[in-house]
């Protein structure tokens, strides 16, 4: 888009954020159970989603009150330091085209900065028809994305965006369909569209040469045949993965590659038109074969298990095809701890069955050679079997084998300053390293290091002193402990009281694939200083302003989140992505 379209391009993202921001309160509780149950609903936002739709991001019920009066006093401090973020990077904007001699609009642009910014208040967005009672839905008109928000005033609304372009000194282009306005801004090959629908607001990106029937269906005048109002999708959704209705969602894979392989109507046709792509050009051989790969990982799904005054739970899955999910489940292994709360600044962790991730890997090249890809799409990936083989030829040391996983824990870290490039100048965590046949580790070890055969570490928990030059001269009081089946190590004053309970640690059930824990305050206060750090000068180095407002959300952030833990399971529905946020109290 050119430049004059940059205005546009800042008001759209703006009103893009704070549509997806709006926390919900449904005015009709009962309307939204129907529509969850695939009964019609008649003015449910759901009635508007295609049943086909690929993808859908649904916001359809509130959190209960005291937990959006939680939201609400957070929200404020977000949205302010976001305030700052939009007025900072429009001054930057505004500089550029200065610099350019576009000095008219350079002063559009500042004019407008304020009443963009007075939007992102919780006094602004009621000010604007966002309440408590918006509600949201996200999804594809085909492939073309439409955000609908529901506004409690759809004039309060309209009413605030003749502002911003009264400020500017000029107004968004506009045009009609069916005799109902809209804005737009775009070039000959798409335009974004904007438009207040009653107490509606849609937002979509449609090609330029689509004509009013794309228009008519992404703004809601032609209502899809059938909706996912009337089915059970989101019913199912929440009763398999046990979903709040606050938001959940999914991207269906295989809807997508249908787009690529058959001929199309409507925006797609006219999308893939404008991308110099036809589907008849597809050889029916590829078409099975994209079909094959696509149904490997077929569904995307994500969604809120809790939300609550003290935490938000939520998970996101890859679907994965029955076989291939079964066979992922063997590739984790117990680790003490691991998947389990921790303390501390930092956790992370892994697990990993070395036998069960070859046999996996082999199962695949097995597969690949018994029925290879006959599509040039694949010729890469097929002609990688041979390398593959290779690779599963070359001699593994048998210890690799005893390798399980680690999980490691920094509890603090003292003396880093970022602003004079001074490391650390202590660090207290342990480590555990699981495996069978520690001893063998030990033993091995020790042909190399007499100082590590004079410990004697034995299999039997008990903590012992590592004493040697180098670490005492790096990181200080270190001390380690063995049993047969895990070793585990401390650094730092204290550290070795860690020891026992490390070894002794749950495994979790199952064991994830890969785990994380933060002091996600802690985290966010660092990144903080990290915006405040001086930065290389270039073309491209952000604004003194803009850095303080990056700074200003990142120190809105530590006053939010308490901790963030996320982890990565494979189960028999695919990889798991379970994440856990705790609020600060």
């Excluded at 372009?165 to 809209?182: I, L, N, P, Q, R």
């Excluded at 490039?421 to 046949?437: I, Q, V, Y």
Aim: with cysteine.
């Amino acid at each position: 888009m050119h430049k004059l379209n940059r205005l546009a391009a800042i008001v759209l993202g703006c009103l893009l954020t704070l549509g997806l921001s709006s926390c919900s309160k449904s005015e009709d509780e009962g309307e939204i159970s129907r529509a969850m149950s695939g009964l019609p609903a008649a003015g449910s936002l759901l009635a508007y989603v295609p049943a086909d739709t690929p993808y859908l991001l649904a916001n359809l019920e509130p959190p209960p009150d005291d937990v959006q009066d939680i939201l609400e006093k957070h929200a404020d401090t977000m949205l302010r330091a976001y305030q700052k973020l939009v007025r900072a990077v429009v001054a930057e904007n505004a500089a550029e085209l200065s610099s350019d001699g576009d000095d008219e609009r350079a002063e559009q642009l500042l004019a407008v900065a304020n009443p963009i910014a007075d939007l992102m208040t919780l006094d602004g967005l009621r000010g604007a028809g966002i309440g408590r009672e918006s509600t949201m839905v996200f999804y594809g008109a085909g492939l073309l994305p439409v955000l609908r928000v529901a506004l409690t005033d759809g004039e309060l609304f309209e009413q605030a965006l003749e502002r911003i372009e009264a400020d500017a000194g000029e107004a968004m282009e506009t045009d009609s369909v069916d005799g109902h306005s809209y804005r737009f801004a775009g070039d000959e090959k798409g335009r974004v569209v904007l438009a207040v629908m009653g107490d509606d607001l849609v937002i979509s990106l449609v090609p330029t040469a689509g004509g009013d029937d794309i228009l008519r269906s992404v703004l809601g005048l032609t209502l899809p045949a059938s909706s996912i109002a009337a089915t059970d999708t989101l019913a199912e959704l929440q009763r398999e993965y046990d979903f709040t209705p606050y938001y959940m969602g999914y991207v269906d894979v295989t809807r997508i590659a249908e787009v690529f392989l058959e001929e199309q109507h409507g925006g797609n046709a006219v999308l893939l038109r404008e991308m110099g792509y036809d589907p008849a050009t597809k050889s029916d051989v590829c078409k099975a074969e994209i079909r094959q790969v696509a149904a490997i990982m077929p569904r995307l799904v994500t969604g809120y298990r809790e939300f609550s005054e003290e935490r938000f739970v939520s998970n996101t899955v890859l679907e994965l095809r029955d076989d291939i999910a079964a066979d992922l489940t063997t590739l984790t292994a117990p680790v003490p701890g691991l998947g389990q709360p921790q303390s501390g600044l930092l956790a992370f962790g892994m697990s990993l069955n070395v036998l069960g991730a070859r046999e996996f890997y082999a199962a695949r090249l097995d597969a690949m050679e018994k029925d290879p890809f006959e599509c040039e799409h694949f010729a890469e990936l097929q002609a990688g079997v041979s390398k593959g083989r290779a690779v599963l030829d070359q001699p593994v040391p048998p210890v690799v084998y005893d390798f399980k996983g680690f999980l490691a824990v920094i509890e603090e870290i003292e003396g880093l300053d970022l602003a004079s490039e001074r490391p650390p100048t202590s660090m207290d965590l342990w480590l555990l390293l699981a495996m069978d046949n520690v001893q063998n580790l030990i033993a091995m070890g020790s042909m190399f290091s007499p100082e590590l055969a004079a410990l004697d570490l034995q299999p039997n928990g008990e903590i012992v002193a590592l004493q040697h030059p180098m670490l005492e001269a790096t990181v200080g009081t270190a001390f380690a402990a063995m049993t047969n089946a895990a070793l585990a190590i401390s650094m730092g004053e204290g550290m070795e009281a860690n020891l026992p309970g490390a070894l002794e640690g749950s495994p979790s059930d199952p064991s994830p694939f890969f785990s994380t824990e933060m002091d996600a305050s802690r985290y966010y206060s660092f990144m903080a200083e990290v915006m405040a750090m001086e930065a290389p000068e270039g073309e491209d180095a952000p604004s003194p302003e803009t850095k303080a407002a990056l700074q200003d959300v990142m120190n809105g952030l530590a006053q939010v989140l308490e901790r963030i833990r996320v982890d990565v399971h494979f189960t028999e529905r695919g990889i798991e992505m379970p994440s856990v946020a705790t609020l600060k109290e």
